[in-house]
Nanobody, 131 residues
Framework: QVQLAESGGGSVQAGGSLRLSCAAS????????MGWFRQGPGKERESVAA??????????YYADSVKGRFTISRDTAKNRIYLQMNSLRPEDTAVYYC??????????????????????WGQGTQVTVSS
């Protein structure tokens, strides 16, 4: 059974940092593309960052709103991905989810931002940024 478990959320003041972690189990982690999504209060779910499977040349994508502030990474030995979030803003307040999919790389490069393209999801972790 595939399980994705996020952790690391919390409450911080604007300008602060958090590091989210997503532990994956029940799947061949190195073969899966992974993504971070978020859904803020009253907002639609949106892509935050994505990282292609191991051996793909480390293809990484970011939403424009987080470029230069967030960093996604994966540790294949630990079956985890991370989202380092710096310079947090109140508008980053949301529930953050990790997701996994193992579609062909070419297809993934065109769909990484689309939540419906992912097969597996975690339960989410709350991030609250106060001004």
């Amino acid at each position: 059974q595939v399980q994705l478990a996020e952790s690391g959320g919390g409450s911080v003041q604007a300008g602060g940092s958090l590091r989210l972690s997503c532990a994956a189990s029940g799947l061949p982690f190195s073969s899966y593309h992974m993504g971070w999504f978020r859904q803020g209060p009253g907002k639609e779910r949106e892509s935050v960052a994505a990282i292609a499977r191991s051996g793909s040349g480390s293809k990484i994508y970011y939403a424009d709103s987080v470029k230069g502030r967030f960093t996604i990474s994966r540790d294949t030995a630990k079956n985890r991905i991370y989202l380092q979030m710096n310079s947090l803003r109140p508008e980053d307040t949301a529930v953050y989810y990790c997701a996994a999919v193992n579609t062909p790389l070419g297809y993934y490069m065109n769909t990484y931002y689309n939540g419906t393209a992912y097969y597996h999801w975690g339960q989410g972790t709350q991030v609250t940024v106060s001004s």
